[in-house]
């Protein structure tokens, strides 16, 4: 099983505010949709770099580089998208069971 992840929109929302240490902060998010094999896909924000342009709509895959040891040795997710190629870009089918 892959992970396939959708962006429908290019929208993006944009919140920001002064930390509790008085540093301003920026933070850009895409929706997007998960697809992990249930019946339903689960919906999921995407965090984009400052001047980052947003996703295109499409499917894609995780980019290896998404995956890091956070320092206390645990797994660390920051999704990394990456096209599908055409032979994949249709909707991710699921089951009925």
């Not at 894609?60 to 998208?81: C, E, K, M, N, T």
Request: glycine share 8%.
């Amino acid at each position: 099983m892959s992970v396939v992840i959708e962006i429908a929109s290019t929208q993006v929302q944009t919140r920001s505010g002064t930390s509790q240490k008085g540093k301003p902060y920026t933070i850009n998010e895409q929706a997007a949709y998960m697809h992990i094999g249930q019946p339903y896909p689960v919906q999921i924000k995407i965090n984009l770099e400052n001047g980052q342009p947003p996703y295109q709509p499409g499917n894609y895959d995780l980019h290896p580089q998404s995956f890091s040891a956070d320092r206390f040795g645990g797994i660390s997710v920051r999704p990394l998208l990456v096209p599908r190629p055409a032979e994949q870009r249709q909707q991710p089918s699921v089951k009925a069971g």
